[in-house]
């Protein structure tokens, strides 16, 4: 069996994290360790309201990307075939970095988006304010690159800079796009990819490279991670109109009411009669909302099977990311990947 024919029969994996976390566990109690370390400050505020957005959970999948790509590197020069224990402790401040910048991202959008709800809990904003969060927001991505230097490989300093800069670019090109459900599924593609398979992409490959990874699965990694991140962005965009506000941790339609352009809307308004789009141009456009919208919204989604759609879009995202897996071969460290795969676009399997 080929390595490919190989790939394909791992991708009958349930979807789960499982197999990551496992891998992981003992290198992230590490990386807690670093977050706790780098969180500190003589300004009693900043640790307080740090450590409220990443004491409510998540899934740690950006920090887990970077410990498996470091895994996969490590197993990469391991001739005998035994699962590597020992991960740099580059892996480990990187590992970190990518989850401060991912946390300083959430900080700001919360402002941006004047959320008060984020994994079912109140958010920093509306606790302590928007000022404090934007401060708090620019501490921790002060401190993401004091660890990204640390590992003194410029390459990966570069990687993650960029990968910044696309979040910011994906971030204003989302708030262009907002109130527009004639925006093209194109440029829908364009913000999600730049707001958050980006930093997926940049931390697995990152992860790969200070592994000792060679240059085939330092790719392997980033076109893994770039698929993964669209396919966990498009399933959480579609599951805003199809799941209640207790399963989401978040108040179901803030994207509607919002004026967010999701690609369920997008598909929705292409295939849509005049009367449909009028009714998505007072409500997303216009922000003219009545009783009974949120409702009208939902059936008209069902009518075009948009969130059905979406994540079908969804799951062939995430096919691809198995995919891009092929030079990886059949081992623990892949099989375990294919399920994170599977797992970012679950509801779409």
């Given at each position: 069996?080929?390595?490919?024919?190989?790939?394909?029969t791992l991708?009958?994996?349930?979807?789960s994290?499982e197999g990551?976390?496992?891998?992981?566990?003992?290198?992230?109690?590490?990386v807690?360790?670093?977050?706790?370390?780098?969180?500190?400050s003589d300004?009693?505020?900043?640790?307080?309201?740090?450590?409220?957005?990443?004491a409510?959970g998540?899934?740690r999948m950006r920090?887990?990307?970077?410990?498996?790509g470091?895994?996969a590197g490590i197993?990469?020069?391991n001739?005998?075939k035994n699962?590597p224990?020992?991960?740099?402790?580059?892996a480990l401040?990187?590992?970190?970095?990518v989850e401060?910048?991912?946390n300083?991202t959430?900080?700001?959008?919360d402002?941006?988006?004047?959320?008060e709800?984020?994994?079912?809990?109140?958010?920093a904003?509306a606790?302590w304010?928007n000022?404090?969060?934007?401060l708090v927001?620019?501490?921790l991505?002060?401190?993401?690159?004091e660890?990204?230097?640390s590992?003194?490989?410029i390459?990966i300093?570069?990687?993650l800079?960029?990968a910044s800069a696309?979040?910011?670019?994906?971030?204003?090109?989302?708030?262009s796009?907002a109130?527009a459900?004639?925006s093209s599924?194109?440029?829908?593609?364009s913000?999600i990819?730049?707001?958050t398979?980006i930093l997926?992409a940049?931390?697995?490959?990152a992860g790969a490279r200070?592994g000792?990874?060679s240059?085939?699965?330092?790719?392997?990694?980033?076109?893994y991670?770039?698929?993964l991140g669209?396919a966990?962005?498009?399933?959480d965009?579609?599951?805003d109109?199809g799941?209640d506000?207790?399963?989401m941790?978040?108040?179901?339609g803030?994207?509607?009411?919002d004026g967010k352009?999701t690609m369920?809307?997008?598909l929705?308004?292409q295939?849509?009669?005049?009367?449909?789009?009028?009714?998505?141009m007072?409500t997303l456009?216009?922000q003219?909302y009545q009783?009974?919208d949120?409702?009208t919204?939902?059936?008209?989604l069902?009518?075009?099977?948009?969130?059905?759609r979406?994540?079908a879009?969804?799951k062939?995202?995430a096919?691809?990311a198995?995919a891009a897996l092929?030079?990886l071969g059949?081992?623990?460290?892949?099989?375990?990947?294919i399920s994170?795969?599977?797992?970012a676009?679950?509801?779409?399997?």
């Amino acid at each position: 069996m080929n390595t490919a024919e190989n790939i394909h029969t791992l991708s009958d994996a349930a979807p789960s994290l499982e197999g990551m976390v496992s891998l992981c566990a003992p290198a992230m109690a590490d990386v807690n360790k670093v977050i706790l370390e780098k969180m500190a400050s003589d300004v009693p505020l900043i640790p307080e309201l740090a450590g409220h957005l990443i004491a409510a959970g998540g899934k740690r999948m950006r920090p887990m990307l970077t410990l498996m790509g470091a895994l996969a590197g490590i197993a990469e020069q391991n001739i005998p075939k035994n699962m590597p224990k020992d991960i740099p402790a580059s892996a480990l401040y990187l590992a970190a970095s990518v989850e401060f910048i991912h946390n300083a991202t959430l900080l700001h959008d919360d402002v941006i988006d004047q959320s008060e709800k984020r994994r079912g809990r109140d958010t920093a904003n509306a606790m302590w304010g928007n000022e404090a969060s934007v401060l708090v927001g620019d501490f921790l991505f002060a401190r993401a690159f004091e660890l990204m230097v640390s590992t003194g490989d410029i390459e990966i300093l570069r990687m993650l800079s960029s990968a910044s800069a696309r979040i910011t670019e994906g971030e204003v090109m989302q708030m262009s796009m907002a109130g527009a459900p004639d925006s093209s599924l194109e440029d829908y593609l364009s913000v999600i990819t730049n707001k958050t398979a980006i930093l997926f992409a940049a931390a697995a490959e990152a992860g790969a490279r200070v592994g000792g990874a060679s240059a085939p699965i330092c790719s392997a990694m980033h076109a893994y991670g770039l698929a993964l991140g669209r396919a966990f962005q498009i399933c959480d965009d579609a599951l805003d109109y199809g799941m209640d506000s207790d399963k989401m941790g978040k108040n179901s339609g803030d994207d509607f009411y919002d004026g967010k352009i999701t690609m369920p809307v997008i598909l929705a308004w292409q295939d849509g009669n005049a009367q449909e789009q009028d009714f998505w141009m007072r409500t997303l456009s216009q922000q003219d909302y009545q009783t009974g919208d949120l409702q009208t919204a939902h059936e008209i989604l069902n009518r075009h099977r948009a969130v059905e759609r979406a994540l079908a879009h969804a799951k062939s995202e995430a096919e691809a990311a198995i995919a891009a897996l092929t030079p990886l071969g059949q081992s623990e460290i892949s099989s375990a990947l294919i399920s994170g795969a599977r797992f970012a676009a679950k509801r779409a399997y």
